[in-house]
Nanobody, 120 residues
Framework: QVQLVESGGGLVQAGGSLRLSCVASGSIFSINAMGWYRQAPGKQRERVARITSDAITNYRDSVKGRFTISRDNDKNTVYLEMNSLKPEDTAVYYC??????????????WGQGTQVFVSS
């Protein structure tokens, strides 16, 4: 089992920045990639960014150039730096861990989520 604990959410004005952190513990040797998802009220959960153990990243189009995913393997932590935030970025953000190395592999573990609210 892998446990994921997020932190760093909060309230920010449009144009502002936030950094989310996710610390992984447990059987982390089984994890090939980490990622961030988000879910806004009334909407489906969507992938925001993903990073592999080789630090290969990919992002959804709406956050490219504004969000950066990174990882610190020594600290078992993955980060999501969010800049130029927009009200439409408001959502609960979830950390995710993947056993599969495939970009299209399923999420195997979820964090509990952290709320991000961007005011206009």
């Amino acid at each position: 089992q892998v446990q994921l604990v997020e932190s760093g959410g909060g309230l920010v004005q449009a144009g502002g920045s936030l950094r989310l952190s996710c610390v992984a513990s447990g059987s982390i040797f089984s994890i090939n990639a980490m990622g961030w998802y988000r879910q806004a009220p009334g909407k489906q959960r969507e992938r925001v960014a993903r990073i592999t153990s080789d630090a290969i990243t990919n992002y959804r189009d709406s956050v490219k150039g504004r969000f950066t995913i990174s990882r610190d393997n020594d600290k078992n932590t993955v980060y999501l730096e969010m800049n130029s935030l927009k009200p439409e970025d408001t959502a609960v953000y979830y950390c995710a861990a993947f056993k599969s190395s495939s970009r299209f592999g399923p999420v195997d573990y979820w964090g509990q989520g952290t709320q991000v609210f961007v005011s206009s």
